[in-house]
Each structure stands twice: as structure tokens, then as C-alpha cells.
């Protein structure tokens, strides 16, 4: 089936390449294009790390602040997903790591488990929602918030999404936030393309919500908020698409 990426770059080819295991064929069109803003560790001990995207890690300065390696080994690390983990090893850290499916359970986790008195550093987007810290700043602990990176929009949908769109030889779109998929339908507007009658998959329902507002006809939601269970999802289209042709044949 082919199946049409609007996330980053590199997270999108990543997903390509599980897409391809399975025997699908991805388009890849960013919608969001990542990029670093230059800021630096701060100053002082620091207790431990949040972060929500692997992102946090990956585009976080190679300035002379960052903590030593030694620091990096024994920091504890309060992540969402096992991509972020993996990104942070990456980059040296080495210490305790919890792992929380998305953001609202993480900052359940750390109100509960982890002291007042402790220096959290967070790693964040420009653009994020306000829940974890707020949640976290209620419960009394000290969150320290560094923007690592910025999501800017696209101008336009890549040339070939343009045309597998308008062809209509998409299987299923996927979207990873409310953000790009927001994104998404204002840069198809703008195309000129109706992509209302086509599959569409949504890791979240916050993902999913521009989609549900725009009266789409067929919207599927993951069962939990992670690419597993996306691409459970893009398996169960390409079956039953499948089925449909099958049975199309026979009829004729």
C-alpha cells in the first residue's frame, strides 16, 4: 500500500523503512521542518531530564556547557517513548531512564516519584502544549525549561504527494500530531486537493481532532499513542484493501 508521511525528515524515514519491511511503499512530505535553536545547558545541577521527542536530544548544541560525561552517565532520565531513550544513549547519557507512553502519563510519573527539591531540566520544542509543565509546577517541583528546537511549517506539500493525492493512489495518510496535521489540510487547501474522502491515521485523538473538525469520512485513531500502534493500523487498511480487490475480481 502506499502510504503518504507527513512527519520530520528523519523520524519520516525512519518509519519508511518499518513501512517497507512490511511490503508498503511511503511518499515522504514533511509538513514540519525541525530545527535546532542554539540553546545551551544551563548552569548548575541539574537532577534530572525531561524530554518528550528524541528531537530534544538530537538537535541539542554541542556547545562546551553541556554537562560532562560523567554527568551524562549518571543523570536521571524521565522520557516519553523508547525513540527519545534511544536518542538520549546516543548522545551519552547513560543514567536511570523512566519511560512513559506519552506526556500526560510521564508528568504523573514524576509528580509522584520524583522529590520537590530536585532541579529538573526540560528539554523542549518551541512549540509545545503547556500540560506537563503546568502539571509538574502544581505538584511543587522545580522545572527548568529549555527550548532545544523549533517546528516550522512547510510551504507546500512535496511535488510527488501532490500528485499521489490528486491521483488518488494513497492508501492512508499518517499524522504524529495536532500541529502537522493541522498544518497538513491548510497545505492540501492550498493545493487545491480534496483529501477528505481518503484513510487517515492518527497516532492521538489530539492528532486526530483538525481531521474529525474538517468532517473527514474515514478517520482511524491508534489504540495507543505510539508508531506500533499506527502501523497496526496501516496493516488492517492494506488487508482490507485487499479483500475489496479481491472480491471486485470475482465479480468480474
Known sequence: MLVLLTRALDEGTRTAIKLASSGH????SPVLDMVPTGAEWPHGVVGGVLATSSQAFELFSDAPEWPSPEARRLL????????????????????????????????????????????????AGRDRKPDLEKTLAEAGKRIETIEVYSAQAAESLSDEAAAALGAGTIGAVLHYSRRSAEIFLSLARRAGLDVSKMPHVAISADAAAPLRAAGFDEMHVAEQPNEQAVLALVAALAARAETLSARRGARS
Open 25 to 28: 511503499r511511503a511518499i515522504l
Open 76 to 123: 536521571p532520565l524521565y522520557l516519553v517513548g523508547a525513540r527519545t531513550k534511544d536518542a538520549a544513549r546516543e548522545r551519552g547519557f547513560e543514567g536511570a531512564a523512566l519511560i512513559a507512553a506519552d506526556a500526560k502519563e510521564l508528568a504523573a510519573s514524576v509528580a509522584a516519584n520524583v522529590e520537590a527539591s530536585r532541579r529538573l531540566l526540560y528539554l
